[in-house]
């Protein structure tokens, strides 16, 4: 069937030393999906045709008996890693060592003996074959390179005991209102976020379009870098703040607290607004953005009496 | 078996280890001992991030899914089955152990103060001590036994071989590309080679070892082409539901038998899938999108080892087929995780109902225990089962008449008090008997007539086109499968000869069966637990080898009146072609061709599946994390499963022209995907989760939140808050 030759050693040093440098270099998940194959096959290997020396192994219990050894070496390795220095932290490097060297030895044993003449299959079998190969490593792909997310942002705030029910409402002009705001980058690419807050003044807190003054309270920038998406049903959070809203003297009744996000800048005509100011015509914009769900925005409803 | 085609190629013989229960004990000890510390030094690498590829998801999910059963099979003295009923006996009965075994840890955590049972230590200790005392036990029973069985791996490594392995690779890589760029073509591709393999394998032989092979390769490629489909599961039937059952029983640590939850009831999913999660390491979209579906392929692989018995491998495929073209095996069954493996049980029982060795004792236990194990894992099966086990019943003593023994009387009867007594306890005591009372609803409704809707009501409007679109395919081919099967039936029973073993109990098993088909006809709500295309799949299950005899006999008939040169085709071949085209039709190749609404696996966005993106997922996992203490989360009908399925909530918008305006307070309100559109799909008040209304959400709703708490926003999804 297969031919157990000096290719497969060769096969098995070079790939034994690529996962050595990619121990060193790349990351986990990159180095042991290298290492798969040495652990698979090329530990074991040189070991079987070691014993094959000493008794006879059909061909076919040989990846069986070699993916064993891999095992038992690998874990073997482990448990003295764990003992030693409690991680797992070199293990790759040290077992994909020892397969370079074992594959190594073997390459120089065998150096004067040709290899076995191979059994071919045939044409249609060798065209169907490779095709399922090649399918197989493009599904390895896909397990390692999952489909791509659509980049998103999460912003949300939530009340003093960090829920989303409970709200505040009742508070009272120069009374404070504290609140988490929080962000996550999960864009796949690292974003400068910016978030205003602005306080409007309602007509009628049943009439969303009853705007009457739109303070611009304040401005929160922070930098933040990709942040994968987790998709174990537990929600991670990235970046949060806490915020503590002063309602200004002089607001009063009905009021709606905005918080616009912005990627990357701000645009120009909400940029360098003056705080604590009334800017009716730049925050109408802004809930008309928000509405339109052109930017991100939160919105809470609050009721200030005068009198405190 | 006739008319099998053996290799040309040279032999490579292996030891078989499908049948390793026949080999010398130690052997066959030193094999499974082996295999287990690989999967214990698998897991152990893996926990330390050196395994790559799920790898430790693949081995640890084969080695509990075949193993146990093995050497339950060595314990029971169950030899000489062949490659297919072995496996498929050896993965019905390990599912049945881990079920069993997850059930006495529980009760010993309940009643013994024992450890808290799902977690990974106690769950892999108790199933450890299972395997080695059935290891023990089968050296106690079964040492002696000894046999060589070879398996000749050469037609293993053939171009039709590799062919029909690239089915399923192919089936994921189609999924890839629809998940992340909604491009169907390979879907399409995968379909036809699926259709093209078929047909080949009917029109030119291939050598008989394969034919098993390319039952489970088209299964799992046509499986895999739907349930692959979205990076989580898709709400095909009852997903969410069970998905929240086997949740909760992850996230406490042990399975709640009082939760009055019909899917709580079922060890299917309470208690299965939290096992393979923490086995495999796999999380449960995964467990549910591929684990499941490779349990399901061995049911039509069960069809086929049935129908070998008495047709060729030919004929044994087509009658396999015919359960795989069904739409409702590659749609709906995806999202009844406890009827797959039921059915997986159903099948395992019925193979060695009509297995032609003696009914020896150990054979008899093997029958009940996976007949148990059927009865823990699905209501409704058990509700359609009863009456046609009693049916099969009175038709095998009347078939056996002639050689009756006490010995038959006395084990049919205990097989009838198995069907009725362990489901009435079990169901009577689980999930504060919901299910029973159901049952029991239905029967009173089933005498009293008032589910009858009868032929003029619903069948003539069905197949007149007036309404239900969709059941119309499904009946045409129950129509003709019912035909076939007369005639079938009509073949075997008139015989010149009288009727052997398996064929009496072959006719005694299929005939209720096909009695059911016709009573489907006239009440199309005999069984309210199933719905119509699940209950003829049922049917089909145990006639699809009817059908094909029934196709055979046409033929021989045809042969005598018309001349043969006339009859060239084989009617195999014909039928093959038919059950290819409804494949083809029914996968939804003909839509793309006429341009009407793809199904979800062809186009994942314009489709009415409800399917979840990542941005949802989050949004989701955020409001039942952060809005724990919410009256109500409310969302539209699909984003309601997504919910449920995080949290158990189950809170959707119901109505028919646009969303209610609630007023109570302390609720949430969930938007997602098509919502931020402007369109929501509402609950119909009165065809709850069966019929849904797809609808603008409405100036009125939009209003409505614009004067609420807006707390969450992401360009997926939002979340509202109403606290006046």
Known sequence: MIGWGRGWFATGLIISIISILASVVADGAISSLIFLPVLIIFIGLPIVHFIRNIRTIPNWRIIPISFLIGLIVTATILSLNIIISSSSDHVITVASSISAVLNGIQLILLRNVRSAKLKYFDKKTTVAASIFITLLILVAFTIVQPFPSKPLTEFYILNEDGKTTDMPYHTSTGGVVNLTVGIANHETRTIEYHVQVWLAEMGDRTDPNSTRTMYYLDNHSVTLNHTPISLSGEWLSQYEFDYNVEIPTGVSGSLRLWFFLFADEVPVEYDDLELLTNHYDEGLSLIEKAHEREILSLSILLHADKGA | ?724
């Not at chain 2, 046999?147 to 490594?157: H, K």
């Not at chain 2, 099967?485 to 073993?501: F, P, Q, Y």
């Not at chain 2, 402007?678 to 989760?689: A, D, S």
């Open chain 2, 1 to 724: 078996m006739a008319g099998e085609d053996s290799s040309e190629n040279e032999q490579v013989l292996i030891p078989d280890i499908l049948q390793a229960n026949d080999w010398r004990f130690g052997r066959f000890a030193t094999y499974v001992i082996i295999l287990q510390i690989i999967t214990f030094l698998i897991i152990f690498l893996d926990d330390n991030g050196l395994i790559s590829l799920n790898l430790r998801g693949l081995f640890t999910f084969l080695f509990y899914s075949y193993v146990p059963g093995l050497v339950l099979l060595r314990v029971l003295r169950m030899h000489r089955l062949g490659g297919v009923l072995t496996t498929l006996l050896s993965v019905a009965a390990s599912v049945a152990i881990m079920m069993f075994t997850g059930l006495i840890l529980n009760l010993m955590y309940f009643e013994m103060n024992g450890s808290l049972p799902f977690t990974f230590n106690t769950i892999v200790n108790g199933l450890t001590v299972i395997f080695v005392s059935l290891l023990l036990l089968s050296f106690i029973t079964n040492r002696h036994y000894c046999d060589r069985p070879t398996l000749d791996i050469s037609p293993f490594i053939t171009a039709p071989a590799f062919a029909l392995y690239s089915l399923p690779l192919l089936a994921i890589l189609a999924t890839y590309l629809l998940n992340g760029w909604n491009i169907a073509w390979l879907q399409i591709v995968l379909i036809i080679a699926i259709a093209a393999a078929v047909m080949a394998l009917l029109i030119k032989r291939v050598p008989s070892q394969l034919y098993p092979v390319a039952v489970i390769c088209i299964a799992l490629a046509v499986l895999f082409h739907t349930s692959l489909v979205s990076r989580f599961v898709v709400e095909w039937a009852d997903i969410s539901f069970e998905y929240w059952s086997a949740n909760k029983t992850l996230i406490d640590g042990f399975w709640t038998m009082d939760s009055p939850n019909r899917t709580d009831s079922v060890l299917s999913v309470t208690i299965l899938a939290p096992i393979y999660n923490l086995l495999t390491g796999l999380d449960l979209n995964t467990i549910f999108k591929a684990c499941y579906p490779i349990l399901f392929t061995l049911v039509p692989l069960g069809v086929f080892h049935i129908a070998r018995e008495r047709l060729d491998s030919r004929g044994a495929l087509l009658a396999a087929f015919l359960i795989i073209s069904g739409e409702v095996f590659f749609t709906e069954f995806l999202g009844l995780a406890r009827q797959i493996v039921a059915e997986l049980l159903l099948m395992s029982v019925v193979a060695l109902l009509l297995n032609r060795s003696n009914m020896s004792i150990n054979k008899i236990i093997l029958t009940w225990f996976l007949a148990l194990g059927m009865i823990v894992s699905h209501y409704g099966l058990i509700v359609v089962i009863m009456p046609a086990a009693i049916t099969s019943s009175i038709l095998f003593l009347l078939l056996e008449r002639r050689s009756l023994t006490a010995s038959t009387v006395v084990k049919l009867v205990g097989s009838a008090a198995l069907i009725f007594i362990p489901p009435i306890m079990w169901y009577g005591n689980i999930s504060g008997s919901a299910v029973l009372n159901s049952m029991r609803e239905h029967i009173e409704q089933l005498f009293d007539g008032s589910l009858s809707i009868g032929l003029y009501e619903e069948l003539i409007p069905i197949l007149s086109l007036e309404h239900s679109h969709h059941l119309w395919p499904v009946f045409i081919m129950a129509i003709l499968a019912s035909v076939l099967c007369i005639c079938g039936l009509a073949k075997l029973i008139s015989s010149r000869h009288e009727l052997d073993d398996w064929v009496r109990s072959y006719v005694a098993l299929a005939t209720p069966f096909l009695i059911y088909i016709f009573i489907a006809f006239f009440d199309t709500k005999i069984f309210d637990f199933i719905t119509i295309p699940r209950f003829l799949h049922i049917c089909l299950l145990f006639t699809a080898p009817l059908a094909v005899f029934g196709t055979l006999s046409i033929h021989k008939l045809l042969k005598k009146f018309i001349s043969s040169e006339n009859v060239k085709r084989p009617t195999p071949i014909i039928l093959g072609a038919i059950a290819v085209v409804f494949f083809l039709t029914v996968s939804g190749i003909g839509n793309s061709l006429v341009g009407s609404p793809l199904p979800t696996e062809l186009d994942l966005v314009g489709s009415d599946a409800p399917n979840h993106n990542d941005g949802s997922f989050i949004a989701a996992a955020f409001a039942v994390e952060k809005g724990i203490d919410a009256g109500r989360i409310y969302a539209d009908a699909h984003r309601a499963y997504l919910l449920h399925l995080l949290s158990g909530r189950y809170d959707p918008l119901f109505g028919r022209d646009a969303p209610p305006l609630h007023s109570s307070r302390n609720t949430h309100y969930f938007l997602s995907s098509e919502n931020l559109e402007g369109m929501i799909w509402l609950e119909n008040p009165n065809y709850y989760r069966i019929n849904k209304n797809y609808v603008p959400i409405g100036e009125s709703f939009t209003d409505r939140l614009l004067i609420i708490d807006k707390v969450y926003a992401s360009q997926e999804s939002e979340l509202y808050y109403k606290k006046l």
